[in-house]
């Protein structure tokens, strides 16, 4: 119809008024529906990353309008206003947008952690999260990387049920990771694989890097490692190449960093009184340094050491990423630069540059990629003269040495014998006049080929190697730093040490998929070859005059010597996977492993396990409410080995240039030198686990439970051998050792995502109980610092005297059970019942005097428990986390307080200012005497505390800017981040979250470990 003829018509039919209202409603709506459908463009990327999206699926609801991402992740769709699009990408979050006046909306989508079709990296493989049968933790990687640290094992503390992490403030300094505590004597250290490629640590890595971590932790998960997964595995993976256009993005936080806690300790005049007393107590004359009467009186020097060695560290890293590609080549490429300056006084600190990139491509039937990583790190480490430690040394220094002294060669103050008689370190100068520096750098490439034969048929092989090159030089000057810290020209030393290590391993494996019907299997075989040398060349020189070029040319004499070895390993492995109906799953691992470290006759390990689990919720006869989305039973038994051991064990060694004096006469021989067990072999860990996993409104809240039980047997362990066979030490090393762990764990998610306010909730708890189960042949006790480990007993317990007051005066003297050299105002200690005086093996009486035998257990010092608990939440353009961590149920010796409350000539803690006297008796601080003939500080419940704490580790806030579209920068947010924030303990020394002597029997000693600075750093991402 012709608007001609429309006119004649409407002219015709309706009156004129009621036409001309017609024709308005007709125009108005034409032009109503014209501006309701209109074309929405936008990007979708990304909310972890800040990159494009290529593929993802955007719908209007209750339409049959749809459209699709393209390469650079752009879509345009046609929509009305009102109507709401959804954005659904497979591994993130469905995100619902209600279309209004705008014409182009940018979409961010989160990645959908909570998910059970989630796909894991497990050993030479990825299964489904709802799949797995074995204890496989998941670590939130947003949470996570709020950690500043150099070292990706540090990110894992209290992520994840059943693993503990103790590390210190020492910049570059190691970091100790257990799960599910000890099962062996010697080494306890997890595996690391990374990229599929066996690390021994990670510290040489960038953690912002890394994709993801998944923790294995029980003899069906790590089986597949065999005799190098018995402390559990954990498997990184960095990122990889995503298809679409280039992505830049930078990243770069600065931090600075103070110490969270000082010891309180007496100033000069403290110091004084108290030595003093020590003195006069003892018989002897006060010091002259110490003496008022004294002309050498010292009134004008007190050094508070603390305030005069911290000062503020400084934390940077800088990042820069590239990533983007194609189908059949992708990339990812990131530039790395981290330096952690030390908050003492001097140039210990590290620094580290980094370069990874992945490149990954698919062609047809084929799959391939690459790896290539470099590392170069510089270490300036921290000073040892008789085993103390910089904290330690630090603490004890007595506020009467200055710090410099201009009269002294090197220019640091010292303490002199005859003026105050205190053997006292001065760290800031021993810290900066010795260059004791490491270096390294590290090569590490993997490359890597698929080809699927047939459907479900894959071959697999990638090679990769690891090369490490490294440079220690330590060079002590000769300087002059007071009593028995001086160094003459005759002792001024250089010890330089370079070395290499190679490793390589090479994967063959054929998996094969195959469903039928309801039924699915999947199957793994391969064969591992792995070769590894180390090389070592150490020199050394001695004699230098002072400033004298630190060169080994320059000594008045040198040494030198040089090691090889070699270790070889062949390795077949297999497993299988069947589940039915979704509902029973089954897997089979089975490992093969044989090595040169071990004779000919016991090279081989078998190692195996077996898992199953049943989803409950999937059976149709079990009806449960809506709200139960999934209820997952499962459980495994597995065998696994630990081939910790030094090369050529096996193998007795003897020296054939060994004289004797025979009738006044030398004559040749030859000796011993290490007397080794030919027969030794792997150490065996069995584990068995049942676990329960619940899942709640539509997954939003999921709960695990899991129960385990480690035994480890075969341990390797010194044990005595007669001086008679003229070994040194008087000792072999053999298979005598057992020990068991067992523990619950649990841990609990919650996600909301459904409201503009989203966030998340974790929790994880995880209990352990160790029990030494074997030592040796004849289950003599081993005996550590302050520490006593039994066959029955927990590793390292605690072992001391239990303190009973302070002898008030001469008639508790007299009425105490015998302690030798003990008088009025020394501490009291218990007699404890160890007489048995009706043959019942129960001990129930004393025997009037104070001797070793009434030592005693005085607690655990592996934690009972430990925990974890982050939270998470985003509003619009604001995020906002914190990560609470502690551990407890154990107990600390605090050495440093002992040291402190020794009342001899080092410095004191404040405490002891309220030392006892004829006129201060109510008090439980003994009276302080030079040479302590009482022994009063002898390990004692005086110096042992709760080591229970709970840490804000992370906190942090941040703001994603609003960026115009089609600018430059496409994103860019700026965060505040703190660390180490806030500690709730009882505990008085530094820090209760210390590097201990872990894996060996001296367990929970506080000896002066870095601890753990504050951290604020201000941080900004921008992608480009």
């Not at 009134?299 to 050491?305: F, I, Q």
């Not at 010796?893 to 004191?908: D, E, K, T, V, W």
Request: hydrophobic content about 35%.
């Amino acid at each position: 119809m012709t608007n001609k003829r429309l006119f004649y018509y409407c002219n015709f039919l309706l009156p004129r008024k009621a036409w001309l209202l017609t024709v308005v409603i007709m125009l108005f709506s034409s032009y109503n529906l014209i501006a309701q459908e209109k074309v929405i463009k936008g990007v979708v990327t990304s909310a972890t990353d800040g990159m494009t999206l290529p593929g993802v699926n955007i719908i209007v609801k209750g339409t049959k309008k749809s459209a699709n991402a393209d390469f650079d992740g752009k879509f345009a769709v046609q929509a009305n206003q009102g109507e709401v699009l959804e954005f659904s990408f497979v591994g993130y979050a469905t995100q619902q947008i209600t279309v209004g006046n705008q014409d182009r909306i940018d979409v961010s989508l989160k990645e959908d952690v909570n998910k059970l079709d989630e796909v894991v990296v497990i050993g030479y493989g990825t299964q489904k999260k709802s799949d797995l049968s074995g204890s496989v933790g998941i670590v939130n990687m947003e949470s996570a990387k709020k950690v500043i640290t150099y070292d990706t094992a540090k990110m894992l503390q209290g992520q994840v049920a059943g693993v503990t992490v103790q590390s210190s403030g020492e910049p570059g300094g190691f970091v100790n990771i257990k799960i599910r505590g000890l099962n062996s004597f010697s080494n306890n250290n997890p595996l690391f694989v990374i990229d599929g490629m066996i690390v021994d640590a990670p510290f040489d890595f960038a953690p912002g890097d890394v994709e993801s971590m998944q923790v294995l932790k029980d003899a069906s998960s790590a089986a597949i490692y065999g005799v190098r997964g018995a402390n559990g595995v954990v498997i990184i993976t960095t990122k990889k190449g995503k298809l679409g256009k280039l992505d830049v993005k930078y990243k770069s936080l600065v931090g600075f960093q103070n110490v969270a806690r000082t010891w309180d300790v007496t100033d000069r005049v403290g110091y004084q009184t108290i030595t003093s007393a020590a003195e006069k107590n003892a018989g002897l004359t006060i010091a002259p340094g110490n003496d008022p009467t004294n002309s050498s009186y010292i009134t004008n020097v007190d050094t508070n050491w603390q305030n005069e060695a911290y000062e503020t560290g400084v934390v940077e890293n800088h990042s820069l990423t590239f990533n983007g590609g194609a189908e059949t080549l992708a990339y990812n490429m990131n530039l790395d630069y981290f330096k952690n300056s030390s908050y003492i006084k001097s140039p210990q600190d590290y620094e580290r540059m980094s370069m990874n990139l992945n490149l990954n491509g698919k062609k047809g039937i084929f799959k391939y990629g690459t790896k290539i990583g470099y590392t170069q790190s510089d270490k300036e480490n921290f000073n040892s003269y008789v085993g103390e430690t910089a904290i330690g040394a630090l603490v004890g220094a007595v506020p009467t040495m200055p710090v410099y002294d201009a009269n002294r060669l090197g220019g640091y103050g010292g303490t002199t014998n005859l003026t105050q008689r205190a053997i006292s370190l001065n760290v800031i100068g021993f810290n900066n006049l010795i260059e004791n520096n490491g270096q390294r750098n590290r090569f590490i490439g993997n490359i890597w080929g698929e080809f699927e034969i047939i459907k479900g048929l894959k071959y697999k092989i990638d090679a990769s190697f690891d090369r490490l090159d490294y440079e220690n030089r330590r060079y002590i000057p000769q300087s002059d730093l007071g009593w028995y810290y001086i160094t003459t020209k005759e002792e001024a030393s250089l010890d330089v040490s370079t070395g290499s290590s190679d490793k390589t391993f090479f994967n063959n494996t054929l998996s094969y998929s195959l469903d039928i019907d309801k039924h699915k299997f999947d199957a793994l075989v391969g064969f591992v070859q792995e070769r590894s040398d180390s090389y070592n060349h150490w020199s050394r020189g001695v004699g230098y005059d002072y400033g004298e070029i630190s060169k080994l040319q320059y000594a008045d004499d040198t040494s030198t010597g040089e090691s090889n070895t070699t270790i070889t390993g062949k390795s077949s492995i297999s497993r299988i996977n069947y589940s039915f109906d979704d509902r029973y799953l089954l897997q089979a691992n089975f490992r093969q492993d044989k090595s040169s470290l071990f004779s000919e006759k016991n090279n081989s390990s078998n190692n195996y396990s077996f898992s199953g689990a049943w989803k409950l919720s999937n059976e149709k006869f079990i009806h449960l409410p809506k709200w139960v989305s999934n209820i997952k039973l499962r459980g495994s038994y597995g065998k696994l080995g630990n081939n910790t051991i030094a090369p050529y064990f096996f193998a007795t060694t003897i020296n054939s240039f060994a004289g004797y004096d025979f009738n006044n006469a030398l004559a040749p021989g030859t000796t011993v030198v290490a007397s080794l067990d030919p027969n030794v072999k792997w150490e065996d860990n069995e584990t068995t686990d049942v676990a329960v996993e619940v899942g709640l409104f539509d997954n939003d809240l999921q709960f695990t439970a899991e129960y385990f039980v480690k035994n480890s047997t075969n341990l390797l362990i010194g044990v005595p051998l007669p001086f008679s066979t003229g070994a040194f030490p008087a000792s072999i090393t053999t298979n005598a050792g057992a020990m068991k762990n067992t523990g619950f764990e649990f841990s609990a998610t919650y996600n909301n995502n459904r409201n503009a306010f989203k966030y998340s909730i974790s929790a994880n708890i995880g209990t352990l109980k160790n029990e030494v189960k074997q030592i040796g042949i004849n289950g003599n006790p081993i005996y550590g610092a302050a520490s006593k480990t039994e066959e029955g007993r927990s590793m390292g317990e605690i072992f001391a005297y239990e303190t009973a007051g302070i002898f008030r005066d001469a008639a508790d003297l007299a009425a105490s059970p015998t302690q030798t050299n003990a008088g009025v105002g020394d501490v009291k200690f218990k007699d404890q019942l160890t007489i048995d005086t009706d043959g019942d093996g129960i001990f129930d009486k004393a025997d009037g005097m104070i001797s070793d035998l009434d030592r005693t257990y005085q607690g655990v010092t592996i934690p009972k428990y430990s925990y974890g608990i982050n939270f998470s939440a985003n509003y619009k353009n604001w995020d906002f986390s914190m990560f609470w961590q502690g551990a407890g149920g154990n107990k600390v010796f605090n050495s440093i307080y002992r040291n402190l409350m020794a009342g001899q000539y080092g410095n004191h803690h404040t405490d002891m200012l309220n030392y006892w006297t004829p006129t201060n008796t109510n008090t439980d601080v003994p009276r302080p005497m030079i040479g302590d003939p009482n022994a009063n500080g002898r390990d004692s419940n005086r110096f042992i505390e709760r080591g229970d704490y709970i840490k804000l580790q992370t906190m942090e806030i941040g703001y994603e800017i609003q960026i115009p579209v089609n600018q430059v920068i496409q994103k860019a947010k700026v965060y505040v981040n703190g660390q180490n924030l806030w500690t709730i303990t009882k505990y008085t020394g530094g820090d209760p979250d210390f590097n201990s002597n872990d894996g060996s029997f001296s367990r929970g000693y506080d000896g002066g470990s870095f601890p753990n600075p504050r951290t604020v750093s201000l941080g900004i991402e921008v992608n480009f």
